[in-house]
């Protein structure tokens, strides 16, 4: 019922991970300020192309096809860009090496920081219907 992102220890404030989400759309994997992580679509509002991984000084990631500017923690583009619609995020959970689930994107984690650097990150798999 899930997807493999990878491991949280991999994820990074500055490049993301690329990940195909189970409606084989890109999406990208960033760890945020708290440490956890933030995972949101790599493909572009405006006509769709893939986002490019890098961060900028603003926190932003670049749609390189006509130039638009995305907020990684809002999703938004920058004000004047050829995408008006943000980039979704996706949710995610935290699993231990056994399995457990022991974080999710909508709850705080149950398990000290220390212990959830060797967890691995996955997005829950929805059917079209239930997204
Ligand atoms: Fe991304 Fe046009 S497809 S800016």
């Not at 994820?11 to 195909?20: Q, T, V």
């Not at 006509?66 to 935290?94: C, E, Q």
């Not at 689930?101 to 239930?130: D, F, H, M, N, Q």
Request: proline share 10%.
């Amino acid at each position: 019922a899930y997807i493999a992102v990878g491991p949280l220890a991999q994820l990074d404030a500055k490049k993301g991970r690329y990940f195909i989400d189970y409606e084989m759309r890109p999406a990208l994997a960033f760890k945020g300020d708290d440490g956890m992580p933030i995972l949101i679509s790599a493909k572009c509002t405006h006509l769709g192309c893939t986002v490019a991984s890098e961060v900028n000084d603003q926190g932003q990631i670049l749609c390189p096809c006509h130039v638009s500017y995305f907020d990684i923690r809002t999703g938004a583009p920058n004000p004047g860009a050829p995408a008006k619609a943000p980039l979704p995020h996706l949710d995610w959970v935290l699993m231990d090496a056994a399995g457990a689930v022991v974080g999710r994107s909508t709850e705080p984690p149950a398990v000290p920081a220390s212990e959830l650097a060797a967890c691995t990150v996955y997005i829950p798999k929805r059917t079209t219907e239930e997204a």
